[in-house]
């Protein structure tokens, strides 16, 4: 059990700091963002290849050196999109009179790009790793793209608390497509989903050999879905996610107000 304890630390040092980076970078200069990217290109064919060779790897530092993997894999698309320049072929705000499924497309036209980039990152990696003992960071990057999807249809919908202070300024205008609202009916789905999930990872964790990559591996995996129930739950109660990453990203100047349409 104090394996799992300290596995999930690390889980969470790992998230937290590889979070912190990614927004240090793209709270630099635009005219560093190239350079950037340049730099987040080289650790991605680095996750590449740890990929590779961790999938044979059925010890515990294959299971960690796969999570870490998978985690500059999706650096990568996250630095991408917060630099703008993996995100859509729309730029412009949301128009005040959408609603429904116009307002759906118009959003998915924001993000398009970026979404395809997830998809075709997670079509990657399950070929990388096809068949491979080792499925820890295909699980890993698969977990982050489904909290993700989760994160945003929850935003779209309507949440009291946005969290958007983090949001570059040249990113601005995907705000116009939030929504702050009291509740929205997918919320206690994803949150039931998650903890399902997360119910099958701990019996993973206990049915597996302890210090093994199968052990190892589903207590990082429950992390990443703990986590993204928490960054869930952060959408709904009065307190706000930023004072986690203010070391990474000091936010100035006024708060950011609700730009979206009610």
């Not at 590779?52 to 999706?74: C, H, K």
């Not at 949150?191 to 990082?220: F, N, T, Y």
Request: charged share 10%.
């Amino acid at each position: 059990m104090a394996d799992h304890g300290l596995t999930f630390l690390a889980a969470v040092a790992m998230w937290w700091l590889s979070t912190g980076l990614i927004l240090a970078l793209v709270a630099l200069p635009r005219k560093t963002h190239a350079l950037g990217m340049a730099g987040a290109t080289l650790v991605l064919l680095a996750g590449g290849y740890g990929l590779t060779q961790s999938a044979w790897d059925m010890s515990a530092s294959g299971a960690y050196v796969a999570f870490l993997s998978a985690l500059a894999v999706w650096g990568w698309i996250e630095t991408s999109f917060l630099m703008g320049f993996v995100t859509g072929p729309r730029t412009a705000p949301c128009p005040a009179d959408a609603r429904g499924w116009r307002r759906f497309g118009l959003a998915m036209q924001a993000l398009l790009y970026h979404e395809l980039a997830i998809i075709a990152g997670a079509a990657v990696l399950i070929a990388l790793t096809w068949n491979a003992p080792n499925q820890t960071g295909t699980l890993a990057f698969l977990i982050l793209m489904v909290m993700r999807i989760s994160a945003k249809l929850n935003i779209f919908l309507g949440v009291p608390n946005l969290t958007d202070e983090f949001m570059p300024a040249h990113l601005a205008y995907l705000k116009s497509y939030f929504r702050k609202k009291s509740f929205n009916a997918l919320f206690p789905v994803s949150i039931i989903a998650s903890g399902i999930m997360a119910g099958a990872l701990v019996l993973r964790a206990m049915a597996a050999e302890p210090g093994g990559a199968d052990a190892v591996g589903a207590v990082l995996l429950f992390t990443l879905v703990a986590l993204a129930v928490l960054e869930h739950f952060f959408m709904i109660m009065p307190v706000r996610d930023a004072a986690l990453w203010r070391w990474a990203m000091p936010v100035t100047g006024p708060k950011p107000t609700d730009q979206s349409p009610s």
